[in-house]
């Protein structure tokens, strides 16, 4: 890329960055962010069609980078951990970003795109012939989409606090909860009374 153009989308990028920490996304204008950036609306107009286009990129980077993040860890025995301490770390800083797509319906495909991630992420453990998460009789792909799910809702509980603890405590206990659940024989359904 043209170094201009990676300049003028840098300052683009931290100038709605920086208003959406202020302002919030909705009151905020093209012109507002250009002139936060110095830059002209037109510049603006030469990367961007709008403020919605210019947010969906800055959230296609940052789940990227979050991937990135992740299959560096490799293989080892304390994945998990690492994996959910890097989301926490990650998600402290981008909180607005976090917050707009899980809390904004018109950022669905976003939070989509974030559980795909960390269910990739999951697969890596849970594919394991011998993994302490796996759960007898129950199919893999039920047990990544309810962990994964619940890691969302736990993440979004925090950030709606403020981040009230620190990210190596949420990995801790998630983790510590995710490790419960393989030390517990499912629970099955009483079986129906017969005629009935």
Same mark, same amino acid.
């Given at each position: 890329?043209?170094?201009?153009?990676?300049? /003028?989308?840098?300052?683009?990028?931290?100038?709605?960055?920086?208003?959406?920490?202020?302002?919030?996304?909705?009151?905020?204008?093209?012109?507002?962010?250009?002139?936060?950036?110095?830059?002209?609306? /037109?510049?603006?107009?030469?990367?961007?069609?709008? @403020?919605?286009?210019?947010?969906?990129?800055?959230?296609?980077? !940052?789940?990227?980078?979050?991937?990135?993040?992740?299959?560096?860890?490799?293989?080892?025995?304390?994945?998990?951990?690492?994996?959910?301490?890097?989301?926490?770390?990650?998600?402290?800083?981008?909180?607005?970003?976090?917050?707009l797509m899980l809390g904004r319906?018109?950022?669905?495909?976003?939070?989509?795109?974030?559980?795909?991630?960390?269910?990739?992420?999951?697969?890596?453990?849970?594919?394991? *012939?011998?993994?302490?998460?796996?759960?007898?009789?129950? =199919?893999?792909?039920?047990?990544?989409?309810?962990?994964?799910?619940?890691? !969302?809702?736990?993440?979004?509980?925090?950030?709606?606090?403020?981040?009230?603890?620190?990210?190596?405590? !949420?990995?801790?206990?998630?983790? *510590?909860l995710t490790s419960m659940m393989?030390?517990? =024989?499912? *629970?099955? /359904?009483?079986?129906?009374?017969?005629? @009935?």
């Amino acid at each position: 890329m043209d170094p201009r153009v990676h300049r /003028s989308r840098a300052m683009l990028r931290d100038a709605l960055l920086g208003l959406i920490r202020e302002r919030g996304f909705d009151t905020i204008s093209v012109q507002d962010i250009s002139e936060r950036a110095q830059l002209n609306r /037109s510049t603006f107009y030469l990367h961007y069609r709008d @403020k919605d286009e210019l947010l969906t990129q800055i959230m296609r980077d !940052m789940l990227l980078e979050l991937s990135r993040r992740s299959h560096q860890l490799g293989d080892s025995p304390d994945r998990l951990h690492r994996t959910l301490l890097e989301w926490f770390q990650h998600a402290v800083e981008h909180p607005e970003l976090y917050h707009l797509m899980l809390g904004r319906s018109g950022m669905r495909a976003f939070s989509v795109q974030l559980r795909n991630i960390l269910e990739q992420l999951m697969n890596l453990d849970l594919e394991r *012939a011998n993994s302490p998460l796996l759960i007898e009789g129950v =199919p893999v792909p039920v047990l990544n989409r309810f962990l994964t799910s619940a890691y !969302m809702g736990v993440l979004e509980w925090w950030l709606d606090r403020r981040s009230l603890h620190s990210p190596e405590d !949420m990995a801790r206990w998630l983790g *510590a909860l995710t490790s419960m659940m393989g030390s517990h =024989p499912p *629970a099955t /359904s009483p079986q129906s009374p017969r005629g @009935k």
